[in-house]
């Protein structure tokens, strides 16, 4: 018989993640009367103890905002965990702090809501015998046990519309206007938008391109009287006999690599090459942000009812996961550590190139 649960956002936040919040606690709350605790900052607060007892009224009019009620972090690893003492850092493994917390509180089980790193650990939570079920977030689409993680459509959208309104000023202007999205080791973000948004160039990290083969293609499209032209690049796009480019490094964090800059990087080396004038976008974080679209406020929320419902069931250990149209409870032990990334020779890739887009290959 479960009578409270705990839940926390962890990893970069994404739109959806308070969609999700407002389904769990009011499933647990108003159809199980069960007690929710939500501790704040992802796993910090379970290291930290630092909760914030739920009621339902405290998640009404959070459906449509971005971010998360309960803040996040993509630093805070609870099996190792930053200290600073006397000026020192050390990492430690406060696992059984957690568990104390979590024993503590008389917490039955927890909803950890997060991507590959907070679904990780949740998994390593598992092993130890917490009860846990995962909520997977990302707007990198990237993680392989679900069709479609929630803030993925939220970023694509934000992103078709920037190209929308590039494309307006490229044609004024005749010329080449590139555009830098998310994206580390996949490039969903930059296929999918690229392809609603009529993207002339596509470049993912998947497939690392030849800078001929994309001078080529905007030559091309000029000899056949097109001034302008759209270039959708991933962060973690990179040339065939080159590399990602890093923009910095965060020392304390899990996955410490920042990407950002190839945008201006292939700007650079276009306009040496195709003498047009080229200009960059880096779209950054507004991906992250605001309102999430429709699919993504309905897909949080299927996702959050049915991990309460899972748990109801005494499913333990899983993660919920779209599959098709249906939402399912996948095994966490499968769920993490395999990333999705686009095939190469996938529909997507194929559709997109018969209505002419380049990859770069
Ligand atoms: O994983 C989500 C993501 O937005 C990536 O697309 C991006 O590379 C990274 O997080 C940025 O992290 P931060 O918010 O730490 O800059």
């Given at each position: 018989?479960?009578?409270?649960?705990?839940?926390?956002?962890?990893g970069g936040d994404c739109p959806g993640l308070n969609a999700v919040l407002r389904?769990?606690?009011?499933?647990?709350?108003?159809?199980?009367?069960?007690?929710?605790?939500?501790?704040?900052?992802?796993?910090?607060?379970?290291?930290?103890?630092?909760?914030?007892?739920?009621?339902?009224?405290?998640?009404?009019?959070?459906?449509?905002?971005?971010?998360?009620?309960?803040?996040?972090?993509?630093?805070?690893?609870?099996?190792?965990?930053?200290?600073?003492?006397?000026?020192?850092?050390?990492?430690?493994?406060?696992?059984?702090?957690?568990?104390?917390?979590?024993?503590?509180?008389?917490?039955?089980?927890?909803?950890?809501?997060?991507?590959?790193?907070?679904?990780?650990?949740?998994?390593?939570?598992?092993?130890?015998?917490?009860?846990?079920?995962?909520?997977?977030?990302?707007?990198?689409?990237?993680?392989?046990?679900?069709?479609?993680?929630?803030?993925?459509?939220?970023?694509?959208?934000?992103?078709?519309?920037?190209?929308?309104?590039?494309?307006?000023?490229?044609?004024?202007?005749?010329?080449?206007?590139?555009?830098?999205?998310?994206?580390?080791?996949?490039?969903?973000?930059?296929?999918?938008?690229?392809?609603?948004?009529?993207?002339?160039?596509?470049?993912?990290?998947?497939?690392?391109?030849?800078?001929?083969?994309?001078?080529?293609?905007?030559?091309?499209?000029?000899?056949?009287?097109?001034s302008f032209s759209i270039v959708v690049v991933a962060e973690g796009a990179k040339?065939?006999?080159?590399?990602?480019?890093?923009?910095?490094?965060?020392?304390?964090?899990?996955?410490?690599?920042?990407?950002?800059?190839?945008?201006?990087?292939?700007?650079?080396?276009?306009?040496?090459?195709?003498?047009?004038?080229?200009?960059?976008?880096?779209?950054?974080?507004?991906?992250?942000?605001?309102?999430?679209?429709?699919?993504?406020?309905?897909?949080?929320?299927?996702?959050?009812?049915?991990?309460?419902?899972?748990?109801?069931?005494?499913?333990?250990?899983?993660?919920?996961?779209?599959?098709?149209?249906?939402?399912?409870?996948?095994?966490?032990?499968?769920?993490?550590?395999?990333?999705?990334?686009?095939?190469?020779?996938?529909?997507?890739?194929?559709?997109?190139?018969?209505?002419?887009?380049?990859?770069?290959?």
């Amino acid at each position: 018989m479960i009578k409270k649960i705990g839940v926390l956002t962890g990893g970069g936040d994404c739109p959806g993640l308070n969609a999700v919040l407002r389904a769990v606690v009011k499933t647990a709350v108003c159809r199980y009367g069960w007690e929710v605790i939500g501790f704040k900052d992802g796993y910090r607060g379970l290291v930290m103890n630092d909760y914030v007892k739920f009621k339902s009224g405290d998640v009404s009019g959070i459906l449509d905002k971005g971010g998360t009620i309960l803040g996040s972090s993509n630093k805070d690893n609870p099996f190792s965990f930053r200290i600073e003492k006397d000026g020192k850092v050390e990492y430690k493994d406060m696992s059984e702090r957690v568990i104390d917390n979590v024993n503590m509180h008389e917490i039955d089980c927890m909803v950890l809501i997060g991507g590959d790193g907070t679904l990780t650990s949740a998994r390593d939570f598992a092993r130890k015998g917490m009860k846990v079920i995962g909520v997977p977030k990302t707007i990198d689409n990237d993680l392989s046990a679900t069709d479609t993680t929630f803030g993925f459509m939220t970023a694509v959208d934000t992103a078709t519309e920037a190209i929308d309104k590039l494309h307006s000023t490229a044609e004024s202007h005749h010329r080449v206007m590139i555009l830098e999205v998310m994206g580390r080791y996949a490039g969903w973000i930059a296929l999918e938008s690229g392809i609603a948004g009529g993207a002339d160039v596509i470049l993912i990290p998947e497939i690392p391109y030849d800078i001929n083969n994309i001078t080529n293609k905007l030559k091309e499209r000029e000899h056949a009287g097109k001034s302008f032209s759209i270039v959708v690049v991933a962060e973690g796009a990179k040339p065939k006999d080159g590399d990602v480019v890093v923009s910095k490094v965060v020392e304390n964090s899990p996955d410490p690599i920042r990407l950002g800059g190839i945008g201006n990087k292939l700007a650079d080396d276009l306009e040496k090459l195709t003498g047009h004038e080229t200009r960059v976008t880096i779209l950054g974080h507004l991906q992250r942000g605001g309102r999430p679209v429709p699919f993504d406020r309905i897909l949080s929320t299927r996702y959050g009812v049915a991990a309460v419902e899972m748990l109801n069931e005494g499913k333990f250990g899983m993660m919920v996961g779209l599959q098709g149209n249906s939402i399912n409870a996948v095994s966490l032990e499968d769920a993490v550590g395999k990333l999705k990334t686009v095939d190469p020779n996938g529909e997507l890739i194929r559709i997109a190139k018969s209505v002419g887009v380049g990859f770069g290959d």
